[in-house]
């Protein structure tokens, strides 16, 4: 079956640090690609998606290629702020058979001024 | 457009009660999934159901079941609670694109 791995946490950063959270996948057909966030006491959102290869999400200075060769899809961005800490998610959305959305176990990031 | 809303936020049950978690999706979607969120075992999967029919299922026993209406709203039922049942329930509708909208959660204490 389909399954999505992503980098334990926690990760702790200074401000204005370059951030990069790993994720990779194995899917059996052609998935689309997503990055939930969770903020403290609410439920996810969507911060950034790509339904194909090569594509780029992007969304508040956030980033994240689809690389099918290396089936991942790693989020980065070049500056945290306090702000960003939260819990982020990686998923993918198979669009054959029961078009299950598989989750990573998320990865926290704290960000400290 | 309103988001997914789920009934109640907060409540508080004893062993052995049961409940019954609400949730109405975003007006248009068919497919509701249901999540329980817990600090050790992070997001888990509990079912989808598209068109009133349960289309995905998680690893979760018998106790944990759910059901959706004509109009898309959903519920899920927990029967006879035990304390690690304690977690937050969040719900998600999903649009023709694979994208989850979710609820603010439903957050279950078992005492």
């Known amino acids: 079956g389909n399954s999505v791995t992503q980098m334990e946490g926690p990760v702790t950063l200074s401000e204005e640090a370059f951030l990069t959270i790993n994720c990779t996948y194995t899917?059996?057909?052609?998935?689309?690609l997503f990055w939930y966030v969770q903020y403290p006491g609410e439920g996810l959102q969507l911060l950034l998606k790509a339904t194909k290869a090569d594509d780029k999400g992007s969304n508040k200075g956030f980033e994240a290629t689809y690389r099918k060769e290396t089936t991942s899809f790693h989020l980065e961005k070049g500056s945290v702020q306090v702000s960003d800490s939260a819990v982020y998610f990686c998923?993918?959305?198979?669009?054959?058979?029961?078009?299950?959305?598989?989750f990573g176990t998320g990865t926290k990031l704290q960000v400290i001024p | 457009k309103a988001g997914v809303t789920q009934t109640p936020r907060y409540l508080i049950k004893t062993r052995g009660q049961q409940v019954t978690l609400s949730c109405s999706p975003i007006s248009g979607h068919r497919s509701v999934s249901w999540y329980q969120q817990t600090p050790g075992q992070g997001l888990q999967f509990l079912f989808e159901y598209f068109s009133e029919t349960q289309r995905n299922k998680g690893n979760f026993p018998g106790r944990f079941s759910g059901r959706q209406f004509s109009n898309s709203r959903s519920e899920m039922n927990v029967s006879t609670l035990e304390l690690g049942d304690s977690a937050l329930y969040l719900c998600?509708?999903?649009?023709?694109?694979?994208?989850?909208?979710f609820g603010e959660g439903s957050r279950l204490t078992v005492l």
């Open positions: 998600a509708s999903r649009d023709n694109g694979g994208e989850l909208f």
């Open positions: 899917a059996t057909g052609y998935p689309s």
């Open positions: 998923a993918l959305w198979d669009s054959g058979g029961y078009q299950k959305v598989t």
